[in-house]
């Protein structure tokens, strides 16, 4: 199973970017999947996700209100809406699924088993 993070770029503060995350190279039954950031000089981050045992999306409070994600099952993949960017949002984002996580490992990087390649958002104050 493969997993591919595209579209990242560079946005002025205030604006949006949607990221996409296809997977591919398999059959897709996933427990959890999630987005994941990381900033220059510091650890990765959740930054919001949903577990087949959950009863929604759950999404980090630094991103609670401006990003959503969502997903496609017919085309296997997930999105994440982000909106209102600030300069502290830029970081690489990767998207990660898992088969055998259970929902209190949800925000729990080590967790996952596939990763995207990640993809870099730059937000520009």
């Known amino acids: 199973v493969q997993l591919q993070a595209s579209g990242g770029g560079l946005v002025q503060a205030g604006g949006s970017l949607r990221l996409s995350c296809a997977a591919s190279?398999?059959?897709?039954?996933?427990?959890?999947m999630g987005w994941f950031r990381q900033a220059p000089g510091k650890e990765r981050e959740f930054v919001g996700g949903?577990?087949?045992?959950?009863?929604?999306?759950t999404y980090a409070d630094s991103v609670k209100g401006r990003f959503t994600i969502s997903r496609d099952t017919a085309k296997n993949t997930m999105y994440l809406q982000m909106n209102s960017l600030r300069s502290e949002d830029t970081a690489v984002y990767y998207c990660?699924?898992?088969?055998?996580?259970?929902?209190?490992?949800?925000?729990?990087?080590?967790?996952?088993?596939?990763w995207g390649q990640g993809t870099l958002v730059t937000v520009s104050s």
């Open positions: 990660a699924a898992s088969a055998t996580i259970i929902y209190s490992q949800l925000g729990v990087a080590s967790a996952y088993n596939y």
């Open positions: 949903f577990h087949r045992g959950g009863s929604g999306t």
């Open positions: 190279g398999g059959s897709f039954v996933f427990n959890a």
